[in-house]
């Protein structure tokens, strides 16, 4: 039986759904919705209790659209504080996210690229998915991780909520962060030769 607090988390993420439902085209709809199931699934109730349903959807919108292009070992990472007019959410923190090939060390690496610049972590969200692209690398398809669907790769999605920055700090973030990235990527690359 699930605690009062997944129980809370399962009606938000419903109303997000609901919400999202009503903001999308139909073309969108299903899509967008199988993405929220799977972006927030393993979130504690917690760390979203205190979030509205319209918070959630921009969340999750944005990152959704942030998706939406990326060429193969091409880490996608943005550096921001949320603005309600332009993102459609807000919150006190700086918030890094990343669209990148799901390999070891990505979020060790990440890790280790906050604690050079003193940030502190506040909230991370980190869903992985099996997804399909094609040769421009727009996404066409995206399942649950560990789903075998032919034409797909492993793809991790990772929003973090940091200490507050701004100015010239967020695109140094933004650089020592895509550094980072590209050299795990390197290193995952070099795992997988060495295991063939």
């Not at 999308?24 to 709809?29: C, F, H, I, S």
């Not at 100015?167 to 695109?171: E, P, T």
């Given at each position: 039986m699930p605690s009062d607090a997944e129980?809370?988390?399962?009606?938000?993420?419903?109303?997000?759904?609901?919400?999202?439902?009503?903001?999308?085209?139909?073309?969108?709809?299903?899509?967008?919705?199988?993405?929220?199931?799977?972006?927030?699934a393993n979130v504690p109730p917690l760390d979203i209790q205190d979030s509205t349903p319209e918070t959630l959807f921009a969340l999750a919108h944005g990152h959704w659209r942030q998706s939406q292009t990326r060429a193969r070992r091409k880490p996608l990472i943005r550096v921001f504080n949320p603005d309600a007019k332009k993102d459609g959410w807000r919150c006190d923190h700086t918030v890094i996210e990343f669209v990148n090939d799901d390999m070891p060390f990505l979020v060790d690496s990440i890790t280790a690229e906050l604690n050079n610049h003193n940030l502190t972590l506040h909230l991370a969200i980190h869903p992985q998915f099996s997804v399909s692209r094609n040769k421009s690398g727009k996404l066409s398809e995206i399942h649950p991780s560990g789903k075998s669907v032919s034409g797909t790769s492993p793809e991790s999605f990772i929003h973090l909520h940091v200490t507050h920055v701004s100015?010239?700090?967020?695109?140094t973030i933004e650089s020592g962060a895509s550094l980072r990235s590209r050299r795990c990527t390197r290193r995952g690359q070099g795992l997988a030769r060495h295991a063939r």
């Open positions: 129980a809370q988390k399962a009606d938000l993420i419903r109303n997000t759904i609901a919400l999202s439902k009503r903001r999308l085209g139909k073309n969108l709809q299903n899509r967008f919705s199988r993405f929220l199931n799977i972006y927030y100015g010239a700090r967020l695109k």
